[in-house]
């Protein structure tokens, strides 16, 4: 439940019988240990990290601790408690960035920047488990993922929520930075195909050849929330602001091992952005700092004191 959490997203889940929420915190090994023990646990699939590229170059430390320390509380609570698969969702940022070079799972790992790098950290502390234990982990590395509910600091909610609010895209740099995007739920099937496929100590790449650079992403915003198709009408739309320290330009991912466990992504662009634009224009409000969100660069409270044990 950090900044870019809200609980209104659990609300059509709630009132499930084979759902529970528990809060807490996986960089407290006392209350992981605790959880393992009471809620007899048997699959992890481990999402919990600070994610967003732009606050990593301010706030590395923290991401260090919240990535890798709090990955290691949770696989080495999740191994003593015996559990049947590990899943960690991993980024394909951990490539760093290629213009053609086709990354796959045997491709080296070369961050560019302290999210990135701190994911690429934890992925190896969760490997040691199954080289050392024979524990059966495996990691994902997902292209950007998108869709209704996220916190609108990522670029495709930011773009749709400034336009839905008559101000103008703002776009890093150059704007040529391409970047792949997948559906939310064409992850979600990636995920259950690798929970029941999966084999252990494997690295499955989560990609798409679907690619765009930034500022054919707004672009195509433009023309769908302002309905213009008049490049200079776009153009008004479109305020180009400092870069980001390093900013990758491409992230070419090769998916042929997913494919080869029956995996693809099915929702096509134009069907996944509908669905998005018409999310936003109600569920904005869903976080109360959402307009934060919408600077061009991160404006956060600052972390918490870390209490490193």
């Not at 790098?117 to 495996?138: I, L, T």
């Not at 930011?158 to 995007?181: A, D, E």
């Not at 870069?243 to 996944?272: A, Q």
Request: net charge negative.
């Amino acid at each position: 439940l950090d900044y870019c959490a809200s609980l209104k997203n659990l609300e059509t889940v709630s009132k499930k019988e084979n759902y529970k929420f528990i809060q807490g915190d996986i960089c407290e090994p006392h209350f992981i240990k605790q959880l393992f023990e009471t809620e007899k646990i048997d699959i992890v699939l481990h999402f919990a990290a600070q994610t967003h590229v732009d606050l990593s170059f301010w706030h590395a430390l923290e991401f260090t601790y919240v990535n890798v320390y709090g990955t290691n509380v949770l696989v080495a609570a999740a191994y003593e408690a015996n559990v049947e698969k590990f899943v960690y969702a991993s980024t394909d940022e951990v490539y760093g960035g290629s213009i053609d070079e086709e990354f796959d799972e045997s491709s080296p790992k070369r961050p560019t920047n302290p999210y990135a790098s701190s994911k690429a950290a934890a992925e190896c502390f969760v490997q040691s488990y199954w080289e050392r234990y024979q524990f059966p982990v495996a990691v994902t590395r997902s292209s950007n993922v998108y869709g209704p509910h996220q916190y609108p600091e990522k670029v495709i909610p930011k773009f749709i929520s400034l336009l839905q609010q008559n101000r103008k895209c703002c776009i890093h740099g150059s704007g040529l930075q391409r970047r792949n995007f997948l559906y939310a739920t064409d992850v979600v099937e990636a995920f259950l195909t690798v929970l029941k496929d999966g084999k252990p100590g494997e690295i499955y790449n989560i990609g798409t050849t679907f690619e765009m650079s930034i500022a054919q992403l707004a672009k195509e915003l433009i023309h769908l929330i302002k309905k213009t198709s008049s490049e200079s009408e776009m153009e008004h739309w479109m305020d180009y602001v400092k870069d980001r320290p390093t900013n990758d330009l491409r992230y070419p991912m090769s998916s042929e091992k997913m494919h080869n466990l029956g995996w693809r992504p099915k929702v096509p662009w134009k069907e996944g952005i509908k669905k998005t634009i018409e999310w936003y224009k109600e569920n904005f409000h869903n976080w109360k700092n959402a307009e934060k969100a919408l600077e061009p660069f991160p404006v956060t409270e600052p972390f918490a004191q870390l209490n490193i044990p």
